[in-house]
């Protein structure tokens, strides 16, 4: 179907694979990103980094920089200090990070000055010539060792430690009498490396003062422009009526665009000073070393079980680094996120899981990487630990998964670690998964082949993942909680505008949100123009991350459609001449109850409510802010299929099946899409891609010669299918999708390849599995 | 990223004119391959720029070089440190300088280094070929013109 084209009957739009709205503009070159705002008289800045992981600063030497020509203001802490800004609050509130170095650095890459110039080439030679003197000191890059506080990160906090928090949940007594009682155990340790959303298009802002109004206007990278706003008032006093924010088109985000960067704070401040506005575009090697990682969990797996395989208990303990600052991206109550659904997809009778988070002389971080806060992470300890139990128990994986699952009739269903599971059937999507991949044909040419020497692995994953933050009595971003919003103007016409609280960063918004007024009002989707991103236009909302665009925003764009609706009905009373009770909203337009002749269509309605209301408030719009009931859960089951080269330890993966559950899909092209984009970020994070350190805090992946992004010559060819649960508490039932294969799919691939070679014996490897990893193990296992 | 070396070189010349000549702290930094300017602070300081080509690094590195020769001859220790580019290289090393016959001196010599920034992140695969590559071309200047 072309864009041109409208879906059958031009009304029922939900379900329909709509090509995406946004596309025509894409394809076209004509989309408008950050970088492509130039305004007269614009300035340019760009940032001096550390090379060192740890050191003081004895002084900076502005005096060659400022004699480059073009070169305006060199800017630094202490410059900040003077407004206020030196130190700014991180994501949750907990902690301060500082926007340039303030003292010492902590991290290498850190920002430590910025300079302000007539052009991009003028900042560059400015950043080569600002002196910075360091007096190195001993960095600490293993969480385990900062553990020991001998080398201290952050001198500036009252409590002299790089403990920075403790967090549990659950019931830690009886875990570990149940674990203590049972027949069989497993306890294993597994790491989550740190990784890098790494979008395609980097940060960045153009701050834009009017002195003539005292507007601050900031065209920025930005997955929550509102929350931005209210941050940025609140730090730094101007009025948030004098501040606009606008979020253009983005270049993906996957969580690396919800914190504010110095490099947005000082382009402002330079603005603010010089009175024009002042460009600040990242280099991709500053996007992978300064802006927000994740992951970089460490993980004890503890699952008890009886000897038939049913589980008993699970206990996860984890240590966490989280780098220079605690600038985790959770939400205030949640300091690991939701970790808690480390339970997955299995009815564990009684769980704990705690968590410990040290400072480190790392980039700060801990974003929510295409997963709702701490998620992924989750995921994979325990779809680990139930391959580790099935090995132990040497039974099949698909079988001890089927008989541990949460099952259909036991929804909705309270974890032992507090989520209230919404609705699934773990076992349909199972099987058919099995069904679809041919399992037990593959386990039988597998032991065809390990019977000739050959490595051949399959993996299953059956996550539950948990987004849709959130109800507002428990979820909030420094105070701010969140719900989202939705806004809808019909005109007269019967086409009409679509805002909401959200941000596309390439999920395409423009599309589903259509769709979703469209289904609840009998329109065009064609004619719903889609709005986000523009604090002055769009009604408040939290913005896109954590999958929380369609359990929020799009539960409230049913809702203020439905609010339309009710609306419309008055008008069609009048215009129909019958009483609103006996007007009936059948297959997409009103009726008189009773009178099939009767009719009026929204479209129809539309006019009527700016030409002819009756006694009825004249127009057609409504808005709707949406505080979910609870969150969602979609889940999914998926099946790797890899083959090993014994001589090489290069991993073929040879099939990849995906069968999500995402509630109710609005478009499932979209879907399919996002689960595409989903498993190829996943298999990058199995495979190839780890923001690692050396032993001085050199970070080794600056930039994409390192950090590798795969191309369609290593992407499997992902096979996808789904089930449907909708979500009882969701108005129209949807779940969220964009980031379930992410989730999912990284034990799926590691599950594999432990399979593949677990008869060498090798039970274990952190990711990524690149191929001397496994050749190395290879090797090692050798050795007797 | 930290790096370790350690030879053996024998130089064509005798023991007091090597020594003299790594005493001189313009004629040590001249020996550097690749040297953009040598500016001398003292007798045991120079201040030095050298090109800097590694992988995709590439541009001018500031050192200071300090000689800390010890008195009776036998040894000289050196420390350099600096950087560019938001590079920086720290590097100790040191030699035990002995004749070995009239016309004829022996250095054994150690030497470790710790890197930072690109040039350990971008350029770490290459950086030990790429040092072990100066230090030779070094040593040969040094027995070139301590013989001629």
Same mark, same amino acid.
């Given at each position: 179907m072309s864009t041109t084209e409208v879906p059958t009957n031009g009304?029922?739009?939900?379900g329909l694979p709509m090509k995406r709205k946004e596309d025509a503009r894409f394809i076209a070159g004509k989309g408008r990103y950050v970088d492509d705002i130039v305004l007269p008289n614009m300035l340019y800045l760009a940032i001096v980094h550390s090379p060192y992981p740890h050191a003081k600063i004895v002084k900076i030497d502005k005096t060659a920089a400022l004699a480059v $020509? %073009?070169?305006?203001a060199v800017i630094t802490a202490d410059d900040l200090a003077g407004v206020n800004l030196a130190w700014i609050p991180t994501f949750h509130g907990y902690d301060k990070q500082m926007v340039l170095a303030v003292g010492k650095v902590l991290y290498q890459y850190q920002e430590v000055a910025a300079v302000v110039a007539t052009s991009r080439e003028a900042a560059a030679d400015g950043v080569e010539l600002v002196d910075v003197e360091y007096e190195p000191l001993e960095p600490v890059v293993d969480p385990f060792v900062a553990k020991t506080d001998k080398t201290l990160v952050r001198e500036d906090r009252e409590n002299k430690t790089n403990h920075i928090y403790h967090w549990e949940v659950g019931k830690r007594a009886e875990t570990d009498a149940a674990l203590a009682g049972s027949e069989v155990k497993i306890k294993e340790r597994v790491y989550f490396q740190r990784c890098h959303p790494a979008p395609l298009e980097p940060c960045g802002c153009v701050a834009d003062m009017n002195p003539a109004t005292g507007t601050l206007t900031l065209y920025m990278t930005s997955q929550a422009p509102h929350a931005h706003r209210t941050v940025i008032s609140l730090v730094t %006093?101007? $009025?948030?009526?004098?501040i606009h924010v606008i979020s253009p088109d983005i270049g993906g985000g996957f969580g690396n665009k919800v914190p504010i960067y110095a490099g947005y704070v000082c382009s402002a401040v330079a603005s603010i000073v010089t009175g024009v506005p002042v460009k600040w575009i990242e280099t991709r090697t500053e996007n992978l070393t300064t802006t927000g990682f994740a992951r970089d969990y460490h993980m004890d797996v503890e699952i008890g079980a009886t000897k038939e395989g049913k589980v008993t208990a699970l206990k996860v303990t984890t240590v966490a680094d989280h780098g220079a600052f605690d600038a985790a991206a959770d939400p205030t109550k949640y300091p690991a996120g939701m970790f808690g659904i480390c339970t997955g997809s299995y009815d564990f009778p009684i769980a704990f899981t705690e968590l410990d988070a040290y400072f480190t002389n790392k980039a700060p971080g801990g974003v929510a990487y295409r997963c709702s806060f701490r998620v992924t992470e989750a995921s994979y300890a325990i779809e680990r630990g139930m391959d580790f139990l099935a090995l132990k128990l040497g039974q099949d994986p698909a079988e001890v998964r089927l008989r541990n699952f949460v099952r259909k009739d036991q929804f909705p269903y309270a974890t032992p670690l507090g989520f209230v599971y919404d609705s699934g059937d773990y076992h349909t999507t199972l099987n058919k998964a099995l069904d679809i991949i041919g399992y037990k044909e593959l386990r039988k040419e597998q032991a065809e082949k390990r019977a000739r020497g050959e490595l051949m692995g399959i993996g299953i994953s059956t996550f539950t993942e948990v987004v849709g933050a959130g109800p507002s009595k428990h979820f909030d971003i420094m105070g701010i909680k969140m719900f989202d919003s939705a806004e809808i103007r019909i005109h007269p016409t019967g086409s009409g505008i679509v805002r909401a609280g959200t941000k596309s960063q390439g999920q395409g918004h423009e599309t589903t949100w259509a769709q979703i007024v469209a289904e609840e009002l009998g329109l065009d989707p064609l004619n719903l123009m889609v709005e986000e991103g523009d604090t002055d236009t769009a009604p408040y909302g939290l913005g896109t991350y954590a999958s929380r665009s369609t359990p929020v925003a799009g539960a409230a764009l049913a809702m203020a459609a439905r609010r339309v609706r009710e609306k419309a009905r008055k008008i069609a009373a009048h215009v129909l001449e019958a009483p609103e009770a006996d007007v009936e909203w059948i297959d997409y337009k009103f009726q008189v109850k009773g009178v099939p002749s009767k009719t009026i269509t929204m479209k129809e309605i539309a006019f009527a409510a700016y030409t002819n209301p009756g006694p009825n408030e004249p127009g057609l719009e409504a808005t709707y802010y949406y505080d979910p009931p609870n969150l969602t859960f979609p889940y999914g089951a998926y099946i790797a299929v890899v083959e090993i080269d014994k001589e090489t330890g290069y991993t073929h993966v040879r099939r990849f099946l995906a069968i999500d559950d995402c509630g109710t899909v609005i478009n499932p092209m979209i879907v399919e899409g996002q689960i595409h984009g989903g498993l190829t970020e996943g298999y990058a994070i199995a495979f190839m891609q780890e923001i690692a350190y050396d032993e001085? %805090?050199?970070?080794?992946? $600056?930039n994409f010669t390192e950090y590798l992004i795969p191309t369609s010559l290593e992407t499997p060819k992902w096979e996808t299918s789904s089930t449907c649960n909708p979500s009882p508490h969701h108005p129209i039932g949807a779940k969220g999708v964009g980031e379930s294969p992410n989730v999912g799919s990284p034990a799926a691939f590691v599950n594999a390849v432990m399979d593949a070679l677990s008869p060498l014996g090798i039970k274990h490897i952190d990711m990524p599995l690149t191929r001397d990893k496994v050749w190395r193990a290879m090797e090692a296992a050798k050795t007797p | 990223m930290n790096l370790q070396w350690q030879g053996h070189e024998e130089i064509a010349a005798p023991k007091e004119r090597v020594w003299a000549f790594i005493n001189d702290p313009g004629s040590v930094a001249n020996c550097?391959?690749?040297?953009v300017e040598a500016n001398v602070v003292d007798t045991h300081h120079v201040d030095a720029v050298v090109k800097v080509g590694v992988g995709p690094v590439r541009g001018n590195f500031k050192l200071k070089i300090e000689l800390d020769p010890q008195a009776d001859g036998s040894r000289m220790n050196l420390k350099i440190s600096g950087g560019g580019f938001g590079s920086v290289v720290d590097l100790v090393a040191g030699a035990d300088v002995k004749a070995a016959g009239d016309a004829s001196t022996v250095l054994d010599w150690s030497g470790s280094a710790t890197m930072r920034g690109p040039i350990a992140s971008i350029a770490g695969r290459v950086i030990d070929a790429q040092a072990q590559r100066v230090i030779s071309t070094t040593f040969a200047n040094v027995k070139a013109r301590c013989s001629s």
């Open positions: 009304r029922h739009a939900m $020509p %073009g070169v305006k %006093g101007i $009025p948030e009526d004098k001085n %805090g050199n970070n080794l992946q $600056p | 550097v391959p690749d040297l």
